[in-house]
C-alpha cells in the first residue's frame, strides 16, 4: 500500500459542460460552496467551455480538455474526491481511474456497479439527488480519517485486479457458459 500526501481540493469531474452547469445550477456547486467556502474547489476537465459564460466564474475553474492521461492522474491525486453518476449496469472506467490515483469516488448506488463499488469501504455512495450527492461531497472533504480510509480501501480493490485475469475469465464464459448462469437465448 503506498503512503500518499493528503490532497489539495475536492474536484468534480464532468465531461461536457451541460453536466457541470447542471449540477451547479441545480445546487450542488452552491452548497458546497456555502459550507465549505474557499476551501473547496470545483473543477471540471474534459471539455472546454468558458465559466463566465455560464455565469459560474466564482464556483468553477474548468480544464478542459487536459494534454495527457499524465495530466488527469496528477489532477486526480491533487483531489479529495471526485464525482461520477453511473446509471449503466455496468462500471464506467472513471472509478477505477480515481482509486488508483488515491481519489474518494462520490457515486450514485447503482445495483450494477454493486459487486465493486461498497459504501464507505472503497467509494462515497450516495442517492442520485442534489441533497444527496452534495451530502456525500461534503462528508468527503471534511471527515480526514473516513475518506482516508475509503481511499486505502479503494487501493485495495484495485490492487486486486488484473485486467489478463479478468478478460480471460470473460472469454472462458463466453466460449463455456455455466449452466447454472446461463439463461434459455435465443438468437435472432
Same mark, same amino acid.
Do not use: L, N, T, V
Given at each position: 500500500? +503506498?503512503?500518499r500526501v493528503?490532497? +489539495? #481540493?475536492?474536484?468534480?469531474?464532468? +465531461?461536457?459542460?451541460?453536466d457541470t452547469i447542471l449540477c451547479?445550477?441545480?445546487?450542488?456547486?452552491?452548497?458546497d460552496k456555502a459550507t465549505l467556502g474557499d476551501d473547496i474547489s470545483i473543477v471540471p476537465a474534459g471539455h472546454p467551455f468558458q465559466e463566465a459564460d455560464y455565469g459560474l466564474e466564482k464556483v468553477l475553474q474548468n480544464h478542459g480538455l487536459l494534454p495527457s492521461i499524465s495530466a488527469v492522474a496528477k489532477l486526480y491525486r491533487h483531489s479529495h474526491s471526485d464525482l461520477v453518476i453511473i446509471y449503466t449496469p455496468h462500471p #464506467?472506467?472513471?472509478?477505477?481511474?480515481?482509486m488508483t490515483c488515491g481519489c474518494a469516488t462520490v457515486t450514485n448506488y447503482n445495483e450494477g456497479t454493486s459487486w465493486l463499488l461498497k459504501n464507505e469501504v472503497n467509494a462515497f455512495l450516495c442517492d442520485s439527488t442534489v441533497s444527496a450527492v452534495t451530502e456525500r461531497i461534503v462528508t468527503a472533504a471534511q471527515d480526514d480519517v473516513l475518506r482516508q480510509r475509503v481511499i486505502e480501501g479503494a487501493l485495495q480493490t484495485v490492487a486486486g485486479l488484473n485486467?489478463? +485475469?479478468e478478460l480471460e475469465r470473460l472469454v472462458n464464459y463466453m466460449c463455456n457458459p455455466s449452466p447454472t448462469t446461463d439463461r434459455k437465448r435465443t438468437v435472432a
Open positions: 500500500m +503506498r503512503s493528503q490532497p +489539495r #481540493s475536492p474536484f468534480k469531474h464532468h +465531461r461536457f459542460p451541460r451547479a445550477e441545480r445546487g450542488i456547486s452552491e452548497p #464506467s472506467y472513471q472509478p477505477f481511474e480515481y485486467w489478463d +485475469r
